[in-house]
């Protein structure tokens, strides 16, 4: 029995022998992992170095601070400690949230590159560890070089599961705007998810940025210094602008749906589309139909919020009930869109569908309802314009622009005559589905007029045209009162350059990438790409040109040709899209160069992005550090790519 005790005791002493051997080597791997990072980081950090070699070590960097926090050993250190080891180019935050599985643990990494490796653009990561106990450490890296730099977060555990919620601050021109990020924590991953934010209206003084599974973004209108902090109940953040009277909650339910609130001051405020009032969604559903519309709240006056409800809600729902109680297989949905919200105007617009079991296709559904809020009652089309010859022709003339580019011809298929009747009887519904989609209706935004008028289904059941308020002549105009409150912007349609034409003997027109189309500040337009030659070599140049060819607008010189020579043919795409959301289309182009060499030092072609911004005083411009991630990074090989990659900036050039 003895030999036996003593026999296990001696394995017993081998085998904690073996684990002392197998922890200290995990000691010393952990210490030697440590070191290596801080080595690589010295590099980074040291502009003596060459920009290749730093660039690299910068990929390695990110990639061996990911394994690193993994290991168990490195959630021993506290915040600080962690944050003083790496010579403070790390900001770290941890906190621990009690769930119904046990307690959580979750600590948010942000490292900043130097700029003088990654440029001004695109230079954070951030990193999340979690861990319920110190041997099960996960880490993630959900920041790839973006803009974003998380400064607080909060953790719940929903009806969806354990979701977490970023919040921080994007990097760009003018005052950091702030953003609010979605994850979920699917078995040991976590994932970013959409935010439904719903049809809340902000305030005037924000401006709310929202794509489908990225970030909302949340900026003041006026550039304003934005702050950021969680709510003392920890279901969401304040959000506060340091010149705004205005302060914005975003509150998180256990369905996962987002709130917006405001909360206004008590001190006077002269902006003159301050709200009184705010929005809130309802839902109607029965028998395959479901319409969402808008219900007004915190009007002071109850008589005329009941009122102005009562419309929103009739116009929502008007003869669609029809099919309520019906069983002939009628699915219909629609939802809705503010195009406009004031203290004297509030215009929504509707879109959805309509099947009928047995059709052929299902219909496009639109219809508008605008209310006069002074009033309580609606606004029609012929109360804001005389629907006569002289307002037919200036649609016609082509002041008119599509909402749908594809669909800017279409207008000049209606005689004179068809267009009188039908905007005449513009926002006058006649109580049936079928017969509302016959009909023409008219909505109001900041700066425009918009109209819909019925087409074909081939070409989408109905077409939207708007006129800038600007370009609708005081005696084309009625209600005189209901105009003055119409906020608008100065016509900004531009005159011939000096009534120079285009010299094509001069520069040559690349026809397959020259377009017709209609931007903000000039009106109907011709975009042309052309050749020219500048000190003996080829190179792109690009204008805008009126209907008889004189230049309107030289564009500046293209990115691609500082350095390298014009392919023939190589402009690959030209896209016209408002890239920073400013409500001005600005120029997307991609164009192929090389270093017009034949033979030993060659370069092969590659594409060159660039992007005209367009300003409110009817010019365009570029952003050289734009121009430059876009193309260092490889951003630039299609129109997406590069408005998936701004789409992440905050760029404002007015």
Known sequence: MNGCTKGNDSSKAATNHTRSLQNEAKTISYSKKLDTLLETLHIINDENMNSDVRQNKLQDFTQELNLLLNEPKS???????LVEKFDNNLTILTKSFQLKSGRLNVRVVNYRAPKTVTGTIGDKYTFI?????????????????????????????????IQLWLGGYVSIYHPDPVFVDLWELSGQKWTEKGINVGKMKLPDAWELNKDMNEPIILESRQHDSIGIEVLDHGDGFLISSDDSEQNIIIEFSKSGEVRIDSEYSMASNTHSERQSYELIQEEYSKNGMVIKYPQIIKLKDIAKQKSLNQILKTDALEGLQNYADSNAGVHVEIDYEIKRQSERFLSVQYTGIRYVKDAAYPSHMFYTTNLDMKQASRIKLRDLVKVEKSFIELIKSGKITAVQP????????????????????????????????MESFSYLTNDSLGMSVPMAHVVGDHAEYEIRFAQIPENIRRNEELWSELSSVEDQSVSTVGGEKLNTDQYEIEESQSFQTTLEGFGKVRFVSTYGYAEGFRKFFFFLLDDQGHILYPFLDFYGNREWVARYGGVEAVAFKDVNKDGLKDVIIIADVDNGIHGPGRVDQF????????????????????????????????????????????????
């Open 75 to 81: 959630v021993e250190m506290k915040d600080g400690e």
């Open 607 to 654: 594409p060159i992005a660039d992007i005209y911004f367009q300003k409110k005083n009817k010019t365009f411009t570029t952003l050289s550090a734009l121009d430059d991630a876009l193309n260092d990074q490889g951003h630039n090989q299609t129109i997406k790519d590069v408005i998936q990659y701004v789409s992440k900036q905050r760029i404002n050039v007015n």
């Open 129 to 161: 560890q979690w861990w319920s106990t110190k041997r099960l450490v996960h880490a993630q890296m959900i920041e790839d070089g973006g803009p974003e730099l998380t400064t607080d977060f909060v953790v719940r555990d929903s009806d969806k599961g």
């Open 406 to 437: 594809e669909q800017q011809g279409l207008i000049g298929d209606f005689t004179k005559d068809d267009l009188i009747q039908l905007l005449t009887n513009a926002d006058v519904t006649k109580g049936s589905p079928a017969e509302a989609e």
